[in-house]
């Protein structure tokens, strides 16, 4: 069956960087578009970061555009974002998702075409 598993969350100083990782099972990974998405307390779950099967399209949104790198490592299944100069505003709930075969930017941003989820990871920003 599909597993998904988020690790990494952490209680940061803003400025400060934190790498978060999902690692992904029992679907074909390395064809696959794999995001990140986001969920603030209180807001609704966003799509902060894609990256296609082969690395080839990347998506971020502006939110954290500059700041967050997301990369992928097929032959582990795993896919990571490297998160730096952490603000408040990104404190929320991190969530890998699997969306599927084809990459389209506006298919990062939502939720609709996530086929899988992990269970999620706390990242919390104090200023």
């Known amino acids: 069956q599909v597993q998904i598993i988020e690790t990494g969350g952490d209680l940061v100083q803003a400025g400060d960087s934190l790498t978060l990782s999902c690692t992904a099972s029992g679907f074909p990974f390395d064809a696959w578009v794999m995001g990140w998405f986001r969920q603030a307390p209180g807001k609704q779950r966003e799509g902060i970061s894609c990256i296609g099967p082969s690395s080839n399209g990347i998506f971020y949104d502006k939110s954290v555009k500059g700041r967050f790198t997301v990369s992928r490592d097929n032959a582990k299944n795993i896919m990571v974002l490297q998160m730096n100069n952490l603000k408040p505003e990104d404190t929320a709930t991190y969530y890998c998702?699997?969306?599927?075969?084809?990459?389209?930017?506006?298919?990062?941003?939502?939720?609709?075409?996530?086929?899988?989820w992990g269970q999620g990871t706390g990242v919390t920003v104090s200023s």
């Open positions: 998702a699997a969306l599927g075969l084809y990459y389209a930017a506006y298919r990062c941003q939502k939720e609709t075409y996530v086929q899988h």
